[in-house]
């Protein structure tokens, strides 16, 4: 290959590049963790992948922007122990895709 070529993979794989590349992705993992951290319907210590807390921010967003929207002053009525879901492991992936996680937010915050 040609000068440029083995200077751009030396200069890629150099300790400071690594050390920024890892600084770099704790930090981005730790902007997901308070992400999910701010969801009120997730339990502490679920795991989600980036994009299933991206999707339910998103989704969460939405909800309190029409909320708003609406004036309403309702508040989640949340299962016991203030989550709308109780196990560890989001099993709900298929309807955060579907937008199922949106309505149900919408259909507990229905006045009877």
Known sequence: GSVVQRRS????????NAARERSRVRNLRQAFYSLQAALPSVPPD??????????????Y???LTETLDRGSEQTL???????????????????LY???VGE?????????
């Open 46 to 59: 679920t795991k989600l992948s980036k994009l299933d807390v991206l999707v339910l921010a998103t989704n």
């Open 61 to 63: 967003i939405a909800h």
């Open 77 to 95: 009525p949340f299962r016991p122990g203030g989550y709308l879901h109780p196990v560890k492991k989001w099993p709900m992936r298929s309807l």
């Open 98 to 100: 579907c937008g199922a």
């Open 9 to 16: 993979l030396r200069n890629q794989h150099s300790p400071e």
């Open 104 to 112: 149900l937010l919408s259909a507990n915050l229905m006045p009877p």
